[in-house]
């Protein structure tokens, strides 16, 4: 901390200009002594008799988030599978009754362009359905 201080007070005359560094050093009884009314000084100070524990988690909570995420994203990826699956079976149902895209993309609500796209991806066509 010494060498910090000259560092930064180097060419400083007035200790007051670099109160926020030695904020860290000084005890809070000296802090609110020196700079009552410094409001970057009165936060910090709140801030001090805080309970850390509000704001960091520890190792198993971080897992059990990690873990939480994780299947949130791979029930996200299933769902939509599940869904293209879905989509997927109606054009084939619609297309072997004979309906015209145009139908099929209002039924799905998909653009005529998008479903031409699944059918040609899929290789769907009236035959094979």
Do not use: Q
């Amino acid at each position: 901390m010494d060498n910090l201080k000259r560092e930064c007070s180097n060419g400083i005359k007035n200790e007051y200009d670099y109160r926020y560094v030695f904020m860290f050093d000084l005890d809070t009884e000296k802090l609110e002594k020196y700079y009552p009314d410094d409001n970057v000084i009165n936060v910090f100070l709140a801030m001090s008799t805080l309970n850390y524990e509000d704001f960091w988690i520890g190792p198993d909570e971080d897992k059990a988030k990690l873990l939480n995420t994780e299947r949130n994203i791979n029930f996200s990826k299933g769902l939509k599978k599940g869904s293209n699956e879905e989509k997927i079976n109606v054009i084939k149902n619609l297309l072997s009754v004979n309906s015209p895209v145009e139908t099929i993309a209002v039924a799905i609500s998909l653009s005529v362009d998008e479903v031409k796209n699944i059918i040609k991806k899929h290789e769907i066509n009236k035959n094979n359905v």
